[in-house]
């Protein structure tokens, strides 16, 4: 059965306001809604958001300078490390003496770095006792210093009785201050300093010809 006229021309008016609405309709997208939703969130100020993370790096920095100036200045009295008397170095013998090295400013000065546990310290020691039979104290000092703190002080006043060693002896500690600061790698290490404190000459191991270089260097001097 037909439609009258009227009846059909409303009803495709009907349908054509109903595709213009759905036409309207905002289409949304996984894009569209994530974009939106922090649209409606308020925007916070890039120092707000990034502000304690900054605080907690420039606390951390600051840490860090002050770890290492103190380790600096507890690094055998700090100052300048390349030259022992511009340094407040010390040390403290076995007998409980201490010695400062810069009151040794204007001599010679010898270190002998050595441990009881070195078969080799024992030949190069003699070299050093023979070079302190030539020379009096006022021109040269000689310091035996073990790199070993665990070496006893009998066994190390034996060791200086053996090789007629008529010198102080220093045992470095379990952090190797002593060692560190003048970089011994080895031993027996040989240290021969010029009046000034500059090094002038690093013997390592025993050799007979040391004693002769040890004498060339100091009348060098």
Same mark, same amino acid.
């Given at each position: 059965?037909?439609?009258?006229?009227?009846?059909?021309?409303?009803?495709?008016?009907?349908?054509?306001?109903?595709?213009?609405?759905?036409?309207?309709?905002?289409?949304?997208?996984?894009?569209?809604?994530?974009?939106?939703?922090?649209?409606?969130?308020?925007?916070?100020?890039?120092?707000?958001?990034?502000?304690?993370?900054?605080?907690?790096?420039?606390?951390?920095?600051?840490?860090?300078?002050?770890?290492?100036?103190?380790?600096?200045?507890?690094?055998?009295?700090?100052? $300048? &490390? /390349? @030259?022992?008397?511009?340094?407040?170095?010390?040390?403290?013998?076995?007998?409980?003496?201490? *010695?400062?090295?810069? %009151?040794?400013?204007?001599?010679?000065?010898?270190?002998?770095?050595?441990?009881?546990?070195?078969?080799?310290?024992?030949?190069?020691?003699?070299?050093?006792?023979?070079?302190?039979?030539?020379?009096?104290?006022?021109?040269?000092?000689?310091?035996?210093?073990?790199?070993?703190?665990?070496?006893?002080?009998?066994?190390?006043?034996?060791?200086?009785?053996?090789?007629?060693?008529?010198?102080?002896?220093?045992?470095? $500690? &379990? /952090? @190797?201050?002593?060692?560190?600061?003048?970089?011994?790698?080895?031993?027996?290490?040989?240290? *021969?300093?010029?009046? %000034?404190?500059?090094?002038?000459?690093?013997?390592?191991?025993?050799?007979?010809?040391?004693?002769?270089?040890?004498?060339?260097?100091?009348?060098?001097?």
């Amino acid at each position: 059965m037909k439609l009258p006229k009227e009846i059909k021309e409303k009803k495709k008016q009907k349908l054509k306001t109903k595709k213009s609405r759905r036409t309207k309709k905002k289409k949304y997208s996984p894009k569209t809604i994530k974009s939106e939703r922090y649209a409606s969130k308020p925007k916070k100020k890039f120092k707000d958001t990034f502000a304690p993370y900054l605080i907690i790096i420039g606390v951390v920095f600051v840490i860090i300078i002050v770890f290492i100036t103190i380790s600096f200045e507890n690094k055998e009295g700090g100052g $300048d &490390n /390349s @030259n022992p008397y511009k340094t407040n170095i010390t040390f403290k013998t076995i007998d409980g003496y201490t *010695i400062k090295l810069a %009151d040794h400013q204007g001599k010679i000065v010898i270190l002998f770095f050595f441990d009881l546990d070195c078969p080799p310290c024992g030949p190069e020691a003699n070299v050093i006792s023979d070079i302190d039979d030539d020379y009096s104290n006022s021109q040269v000092y000689i310091l035996l210093i073990t790199v070993h703190y665990w070496d006893s002080n009998d066994g190390l006043n034996q060791f200086k009785e053996d090789h007629n060693l008529n010198r102080h002896i220093v045992r470095d $500690d &379990n /952090s @190797n201050t002593h060692g560190s600061f003048f970089n011994i790698a080895y031993t027996p290490t040989t240290l *021969i300093l010029d009046k %000034d404190g500059g090094e002038v000459e690093r013997l390592i191991g025993h050799d007979s010809n040391h004693y002769d270089q040890i004498k060339d260097e100091i009348n060098g001097l």
